[in-house]
């Protein structure tokens, strides 16, 4: 089908606009952007120079797709904003792109963002992610895939939120969240694994029960972290699972999130 595009729009002829593209009244599409096939941009949104959205996107009234970074560092260099395919962004959702230091932000497929969210420049959200509204990510932000985090909360820049991990609504995120668990309180801390997500995603009742095990030895063993990792090591079995808590924490920076003190 032919691109549709309101008569009350103003989209650049620069732009590349996939098949059955349809772009609602008084949106913007500037030049340097590329948006899929069957891509849906809504009334009033803007999607700024350097976005590259991918295939049947719905873009939501007043949304700010690719807009500059947020950073007194950025002085107008050529950077991107890249989207996966059927990216849900929500009314006021405000995604930037990159600066020089990578260049990109980075969202994989099939993510929600909800009224309001933001995510901030150089950040890295895996696919099927989901943003609720107002969470805000600060620059250079990892979330892996599968992530979902409750409404009003922010993430500090530089944290990395492992694969599968659910964060509830309201707190804050200052350290890293190592994969498949849920975490609330304040500050944040580990709750438990995510056991009802993982099992609605496939996760077998042994690679369950496995990691059940890496959490009781990191979180409820009294021991300090080192201590925790090498008994895992020796204790439990390697599964890629596993192999992915030990390699999230191996590469943390900020240091993860505590447990409850018992």
Same mark, same amino acid.
């Given at each position: 089908?032919? %691109?549709?595009?309101?008569?009350?729009? %103003?989209?650049? #002829?620069?732009?590349?606009?996939? $098949?059955?593209?349809?772009?609602?009244?008084?949106?913007?599409?500037?030049?340097?952007?590329?948006?899929?096939?069957?891509?849906?941009? =809504?009334?009033?949104?803007?999607?700024?120079?350097?976005?590259?959205?991918?295939?049947?996107?719905?873009?939501?009234?007043?949304?700010?797709?690719?807009?500059?970074?947020?950073?007194?560092?950025?002085?107008? $260099?050529?950077?991107?904003? $890249? %989207?996966?395919?059927?990216?849900?962004?929500?009314?006021? %959702?405000?995604?930037?792109?990159?600066?020089?230091?990578?260049?990109?932000?980075?969202?994989?497929?099939?993510?929600?963002?909800?009224?309001?969210?933001?995510?901030?420049?150089?950040?890295?959200?895996?696919?099927?992610?989901?943003?609720?509204?107002?969470?805000?990510?600060? =620059?250079?932000?990892?979330?892996?895939?599968?992530?979902?985090?409750?409404?009003?909360?922010?993430?500090?820049?530089?944290?990395?939120?492992?694969?599968?991990?659910?964060?509830?609504? =309201?707190?804050?995120?200052?350290?890293?969240?190592?994969?498949?668990?849920?975490?609330?309180?304040?500050?944040?801390?580990?709750?438990?694994?995510?056991?009802?997500?993982?099992?609605?995603?496939?996760?077998?009742?042994?690679?369950?029960?496995?990691?059940?095990?890496?959490?009781?030895?990191?979180?409820?063993?009294?021991?300090?972290?080192?201590?925790?990792?090498?008994?895992?090591?020796?204790?439990?079995?390697?599964? #890629?699972?596993?192999?992915?808590?030990?390699?999230?924490?191996?590469?943390?920076?900020?240091?993860?999130?505590?447990?409850?003190?018992?």
């Amino acid at each position: 089908m032919p %691109v549709q595009i309101d008569q009350h729009a %103003v989209v650049s #002829p620069k732009a590349s606009l996939g $098949e059955n593209v349809h772009v609602g009244p008084f949106a913007i599409i500037e030049d340097d952007v590329s948006i899929g096939d069957g891509t849906w941009i =809504g009334a009033h949104a803007v999607v700024h120079n350097g976005a590259r959205l991918g295939r049947e996107c719905k873009i939501h009234q007043a949304a700010a797709v690719g807009g500059p970074p947020q950073d007194l560092k950025y002085k107008g $260099e050529p950077t991107v904003l $890249e %989207v996966g395919d059927r990216a849900v962004v929500r009314e006021f %959702v405000t995604l930037n792109r990159g600066t020089v230091e990578t260049g990109k932000t980075v969202i994989g497929n099939d993510c929600l963002f909800m009224a309001y969210a933001h995510v901030g420049h150089d950040c890295v959200v895996g696919e099927n992610a989901i943003l609720a509204n107002c969470v805000a990510l600060g =620059g250079h932000v990892t979330l892996g895939k599968w992530v979902i985090i409750g409404g009003l909360t922010p993430v500090h820049q530089f944290c990395h939120v492992g694969d599968h991990v659910m964060i509830g609504g =309201g707190f804050r995120v200052t350290k890293d969240v190592p994969p498949y668990i849920l975490a609330g309180d304040a500050p944040l801390m580990f709750e438990r694994l995510n056991t009802i997500g993982l099992r609605r995603r496939g996760f077998s009742a042994h690679s369950i029960e496995l990691l059940e095990k890496t959490y009781r030895l990191l979180y409820r063993s009294n021991l300090n972290v080192t201590q925790a990792v090498a008994r895992i090591k020796e204790e439990v079995e390697q599964t #890629p699972e596993v192999q992915n808590v030990l390699k999230f924490i191996a590469g943390s920076e900020r240091g993860i999130i505590p447990g409850h003190a018992h």
